[in-house]
């Protein structure tokens, strides 16, 4: 597996573990961002022994613990087995490529070896004087012909076998990148995808129409403190399902981090961003989410969000950036509302 998904723990351990980890991570200052967090994760449920070892080694030495040393370790002893996985899938693909071309050579050298004989069988047909000799050289050709029809077919099962287990790759490879590139609960796009996606359009063209779309959920610590995690899960999965329903095909949408989802929206207008987040606002309003073993009522759930649009001279940095305050003042103003970068002064709605 590129990437560890068999975590055997309980929600009650994980919650445990949470709160160990927020400790750890105030008591040595470190911030609380996912890759961190992802980090300290592994570090906590000591999964990894080389990654432990590193943390340790920083925190005995009080090494400073910034965003480039936690993408360092993340990278170094997280995504690892996700290097390991492509290149085994390129040395497989190498052997059966090489693997083919030695079939083809092989081939080539006996039809050539049987034209060859093809046409000197032909000059002893047209020299035979009995019909001994005849039936010699027939039976010599029909069993040369039987053994170039049997490399023949013996090509054809080696390609055969050579496609499936290049279509067996394929998924494999797809697999590897579908967990490099998503995250695993909501099945929208990892932060890591999101800030690449958004620095490439950015240096696209700069006078290509961008909107950003940063989406949070109104409380969300409630619905996790009353109803627990899992439910707490589930709520996320059902709102990311309205951004994928509502957002439209050339649309990246993505999970920023904790409970606040986000949009890229290249090729749009303001006025549909706007329409977009409202029709996922009204509909996630207007949704009675409850749970299933007891019918109970979740409640009313909510979300605020800011959009911002693309500047001639925009970095990912202050791109994001007024986003995020067009959806803090959502949140300042009341939450469970849209609201626009240019709209903030005026504290209105879209």
Not at 130 to 139: F, I
Not at 231 to 252: M, P, Q, R
Not at 271 to 283: F, L, N
Request: negative net charge; contains cysteine.
């Amino acid at each position: 597996m590129p990437f560890r998904t068999d975590y055997d723990y309980s929600t009650e351990e994980n919650i445990q573990f949470m709160h160990r980890i927020v400790k750890l991570m105030m008591q040595h200052k470190i911030t609380p961002t996912p890759i961190n967090y992802a980090v300290f994760y592994e570090y906590t449920a000591s999964y990894n022994d080389n990654l432990k070892a590193a943390v340790d080694q920083l925190i005995a030495e009080k090494n400073p613990f910034d965003m480039e040393t936690g993408l360092a370790l993340y990278k170094k002893h997280i995504c690892h087995a996700a290097l390991v996985s492509f290149d085994k899938i390129n040395q497989d693909i190498q052997r059966i490529i090489d693997q083919t071309e030695k079939s083809v050579n092989e081939t080539q050298q006996k039809a050539s070896e049987a034209s060859d004989s093809f046409e000197k069988k032909s000059i002893r047909l047209e020299n035979i004087t009995n019909l001994e000799e005849l039936k010699t050289v027939l039976s010599e050709i029909a069993g040369e012909t039987k053994s170039l029809i049997d490399t023949s077919d013996h090509f054809k099962s080696q390609l055969e076998v050579a496609n499936k287990e290049m279509e067996q790759l394929r998924k494999e490879l797809s697999k590897v990148k579908e967990a490099a590139t998503v995250d695993a609960l909501t099945g929208l796009l990892n932060r890591g995808t999101f800030d690449e996606t958004l620095t490439n359009l950015l240096e696209e063209s700069s006078d290509k129409d961008i909107c950003l779309t940063l989406l949070d959920l109104d409380h969300f610590k409630q619905v996790n403190d009353k109803f627990g995690h899992l439910i707490g899960d589930n709520v996320l999965k059902f709102t990311a399902s309205l951004l994928k329903k509502y957002s439209e095909k050339h649309h990246y949408v993505a999970r920023y981090g904790g409970e606040e989802l986000a949009i890229i929206m290249p090729d749009t207008s303001l006025s549909v961003a706007q329409d977009i987040a409202e029709k996922i606002r009204t509909s996630l309003q207007n949704s009675r989410l409850k749970r299933k073993n007891s019918n109970e009522s979740i409640g009313t759930i909510t979300l605020s969000i800011g959009i911002a649009t693309r500047k001639q001279n925009d970095t990912i940095e202050s791109f994001i950036l007024r986003a995020d305050q067009a959806l803090y003042k959502a949140k300042e103003t009341g939450r469970n509302k849209v609201i626009c970068e240019w709209a903030m002064d005026a504290i209105s709605h879209c």
